[in-house]
């Protein structure tokens, strides 16, 4: 069986996965940017060798540990990471011509980290984004010009090209990333909103619920007193179903039905409605092995993911499919699970726009304190969602 994980933010999983890819571009261009007259191989007798290797490990060697540190450490820690390898890079490059030991380097060689400057660039565009991106990038060109011209035997104009190359370069790399994790930003913004309108759209559920389950205690315990007192004679224990009736209306009148704890048993009949309402000819059934009630915002959150989770089986799991909600209460918390013997799906397929299992159900569940969600399916062998809740 699969199950469908989303944890964390769609930010936060697109920036751990740039990490990892610029982490292993910096190991490739290290392997290929090693030999020859520009590579670092090649200048290991020309500069000074502590400087050069502060320099490899600014440029390669730190880089290179991101595809780990990425999926070990806070995001925070690797944001102050980019930014040791960014000033790092940025010093070594304007301390390169003090560190040269040679008048030139040899063959018209140039600085090594000049092929280097997309790296740290798309790390800053990545952990900071906004301005300091194209002040990095743009920053490129001046450097290699003036650093060029100090370290090589050549034209002005060979040494602009070159400038204007890594600033071109910089810039493409550290465009595309900045609008890769602007997307991701968006995608978590677009959810939160979604998340705020199911729980808006649960709350008013709840209420519609209580309401009827209000004008259901009104009738019962208020219409039929006045029914029977209106016989004659009047029929026995009308005085004990009158002082009931009256009870009724007084935590009517005192006390906010909807704001308070749902007991076990209206819970259950809350359930109950959602899922008579949600879809036809779904079996329901329940255990209560506890007294201790539930908060509201716990109802309303169930209510809305278990009516998203039928639906969902109405559109996708087939014609044929038998659908079943079981609701178990307990003193510890609350199940409620939701299955099908439809076609199934693939969880790790469903697309991220497809909001109702990620949004409605997931992460409905997920942001309720003590609470949670998971999904088993597989093609052909149908669907089983699974609500928790844990008490404090």
């Given at each position: 069986m699969a199950d469908v994980v989303s944890e964390r933010t769609a930010l936060d999983r697109m920036t751990r996965t740039m990490y990892f890819a610029i982490g292993i571009a910096a190991l490739i261009f290290g392997a290929l940017y090693a030999p020859g007259p520009s590579g670092f191989l090649q200048q290991l007798d020309q500069v000074n060798k502590p400087f050069l290797l502060f320099s490899i490990a600014m440029g390669i060697v730190l880089p290179g540990l991101f595809p780990i540190l990425g999926y070990l450490l806070p995001l925070s820690v690797m944001r102050g990471l980019v930014t040791a390898v960014a000033i790092g890079f940025v010093s070594s490059q304007l301390l390169f011509p003090f560190a040269l030991e040679t008048e030139t380097l040899a063959n018209q060689g140039t600085p090594w980290l000049q092929g280097f400057g997309a790296i740290p660039a798309t790390l800053v565009a990545v952990a900071w984004g906004g301005r300091i991106t194209w002040i990095f990038a743009l920053s490129q060109g001046p450097i290699v010009i003036v650093v060029g011209l100090a370290t090589r035997e050549g034209t002005v104009i060979s040494a602009v090209l070159d400038g204007l190359g890594a600033t071109v370069t910089c810039s493409i790399f550290a465009g595309v990333s900045a609008a890769v994790i602007l997307a991701a930003a968006r995608l978590d913004a677009v959810a939160e909103r979604a998340r705020e309108q199911a729980s808006l759209e649960a709350g008013a559920l709840t209420r519609e619920r209580e309401q009827s389950r209000i004008n259901a205690m009104v009738h019962d315990d208020i219409m039929s007193v006045l029914l029977s007192a209106s016989r004659e004679p009047a029929p026995p224990g009308l005085s004990d179903q009158a002082r009931g009736a009256l009870i009724s209306v007084e935590a009517?009148?005192?006390?906010?039905?909807?704001?308070?704890?749902?007991?076990?048993?209206?819970?259950?009949?809350?359930?109950?409605?959602?899922?008579?309402?949600?879809?036809?000819?779904?079996?329901?059934?329940?255990?209560?092995?506890?007294?201790?009630?539930?908060?509201?915002?716990?109802?309303?959150?169930?209510?809305?993911?278990?009516?998203?989770?039928?639906?969902?089986?109405?559109?996708?799991?087939?014609?044929?499919?038998?659908?079943?909600?079981?609701?178990?209460?307990?003193?510890?918390?609350?199940?409620?699970?939701?299955?099908?013997?439809?076609?199934?799906?693939?969880?790790?397929?469903?697309?991220?726009?497809?909001?109702?299992?990620?949004?409605?159900?997931?992460?409905?569940?997920?942001?309720?304190?003590?609470?949670?969600?998971?999904?088993?399916?597989?093609?052909?062998?149908?669907?089983?969602?699974?609500?928790?809740?844990?008490?404090?």
């Open positions: 009517l009148a005192t006390a906010d039905q909807v704001a308070k704890p749902y007991a076990p048993d209206d819970l259950v009949a809350v359930l109950r409605a959602t899922v008579g309402d949600a879809g036809p000819d779904v079996a329901f059934a329940y255990t209560i092995d506890g007294t201790d009630s539930v908060p509201k915002d716990v109802v309303a959150a169930f209510a809305e993911a278990t009516e998203e989770a039928i639906r969902n089986s109405l559109l996708h799991a087939g014609s044929e499919a038998t659908r079943a909600v079981g609701v178990t209460v307990t003193a510890r918390g609350l199940e409620v699970v939701v299955e099908d013997n439809g076609l199934g799906f693939s969880p790790r397929e469903v697309p991220q726009r497809r909001l109702g299992l990620r949004v409605s159900i997931l992460e409905r569940m997920r942001t309720l304190p003590g609470g949670d969600a998971r999904v088993r399916s597989r093609p052909g062998v149908g669907t089983r969602i699974t609500l928790t809740w844990e008490r404090p």
